[in-house]
Antibody, heavy 120, light 107 residues
């Protein structure tokens, strides 16, 4: 059974750096074609893809946020970490990680999400 | 980046109705189009990949069609559990983008 679980702080202050961890089981990020994506959703708004890391450690970022995002993986721990610098209240959202198939680009299994509020 | 535009933004329908949601891409994406369903307070659920292939376990009343820039998601006979929001997502480039969503409500 494939599962993913997001963890991180529920509250961050403006200008701080957010670090989120996705801990997964049931698949390996050493497997060719396997990736993990991060997606966020502000309250009442649409889904927004943020970043992806693949089995080969190739990384991709949403264009407007790429200067603020860093994605990394620790395959020994089955974890993917996303950091976002210079947090702003507009970054308040639920953040999801999802298993992603590189070849066709769909996200077939999602974590439950973690809600992050940016406020002083 | 490729922009995805869904229509309508919201839709009211009744149980048993046939409904179609449209997704348009700002450039051709072949069939690299995926659909998701999301219920309030829950994570998205993957429904369809490469425009028309049903994810395992998804009821056959869901179907997808299209290629290039124009895509549709059709629910042939709405069930109570289908009232949710639906999102399209392009994977033609690894700079993935989602549509703005369509909220399907009970009439």
């Amino acid at each position: 059974q494939v599962t993913l679980r997001e963890s991180g702080p529920a509250l961050v202050k403006p200008t701080q750096t957010l670090t989120l961890t996705c801990t997964f089981s049931g698949f390996s990020l050493n497997t060719s074609g396997m990736c993990v994506s991060w997606v966020r959703q502000p309250p009442g708004k649409a889904l927004e893809w943020l970043a992806l890391i693949n089995w080969d450690d190739d990384k991709h970022y949403e264009t407007s946020l790429k200067t603020r995002l860093t994605i990394s993986k620790d395959t020994s721990k089955n974890q993917v970490v996303l950091t976002m610098t210079n947090m702003n209240p507009v970054d308040t959202a639920t953040y999801y990680c999802a298993r992603t198939y590189s070849l066709l680009g769909y996200m077939d299994v999602w974590g439950k999400g973690t809600t992050v509020t940016v406020s002083s | 980046d490729i922009q995805m535009t869904q229509s309508p933004s919201s839709l009211s329908a009744s149980v048993g109705d046939r409904v179609t949601i449209t997704c348009r891409a700002s450039q051709s994406i072949s069939t690299y189009l995926n659909w998701y369903q999301q219920k309030p307070g829950k994570a998205p659920k993957h429904l369809i990949y490469v425009a028309s292939s049903l994810q395992s376990g998804v009821p056959s009343r869901f179907s997808g069609n299209g290629s290039g820039t124009h895509f549709t998601l059709t629910i042939s006979s709405l069930q109570p559990e289908d009232f949710a929001s639906y999102y399209c997502q392009q994977s033609y480039t690894t700079l993935y983008t989602f549509g703005q969503g369509t909220k399907l409500e009970i009439k």
